[in-house]
């Protein structure tokens, strides 16, 4: 996805409607480019499942974290808190690890290796503590793993598991922390604008480019999303922000 940057002095409903826009679609292209897990070899199913793993189990509350430290709302704190309060109590990571055993896709050195450099980028990324670009991208990833749940738990079926709490709690839970980061997102910017030229989808590109790695993308594709329109970016992106932004001047 080519960087999508822009200039916001003034905070309105309209920029967050535009954002969470751009940050749906990015996800159905994600999920319009998924392989048909039909097609996968046992080898391929798992090294998804596997390195999908390394990537969460480790991370994805040190990210959430991070998202929380960033933000200066007192409702934006809230809706993040109570997301990793869920992570915690219920144990998320301990679900995902009895996930990747039960379809025998344990994540190894080698999963590890093949995640991590694209992995160091976003942690990179999340640890400048930018409020908005975070919150962002942890909306995207949580509307993302919630769409993916299907196509994961369609892998583990075809490994020959039956353990698939993991995606039933978050094919569910994950539709609710996506709405509840698009309120923080909005509760965010009418406090706490990102500075002038900020790149806001950048988490958005790494977390993608990190995706790509965990799931290469196919030459064909299963029907897994609604929609599979590009995203909108570059010189359209910055204009469409410039119209808003003047209007509201």
Known sequence: ???????????SASHGAYIQHQIERAIDALMASLPDPKGLTGNQRRGIIAR????????????????????K????????????????RDCHPGMLRKFAIAADAVPTDSDALAVYRELTDVRLFLGRLSAVPSVITMAFFEGFIQGFMDFLAELATDQGSLEL???????????????GLYRALNAEMAVNLPQPGTNLFEGVELLTALIRT????????????????????????????????????
């Open 165 to 179: 709490e993991y995606t039933e709690v978050h094919g569910v839970c994950d539709i609710a922390h996506t709405q």
């Open 214 to 249: 965990i799931v290469p993308a196919a030459k064909s594709t299963k029907t897994y999303p609604a929609n599979a329109h590009s995203i909108v970016h570059g010189a359209r992106g910055n204009a469409k922000i410039a119209r808003l932004t003047k209007a509201e001047a």
């Open 73 to 88: 709302s007192e409702e934006a704190r809230s809706i993040i808190a109570e997301n990793l309060h869920e992570e915690v």
């Open 52 to 71: 999908y793993s390394a990537v969460l189990e480790g991370n994805f509350i040190y990210w959430m974290t991070a998202a929380y430290l960033s933000v």
């Open 1 to 11: 996805m080519t960087s999508l940057t822009s200039s916001l002095h003034t905070p």
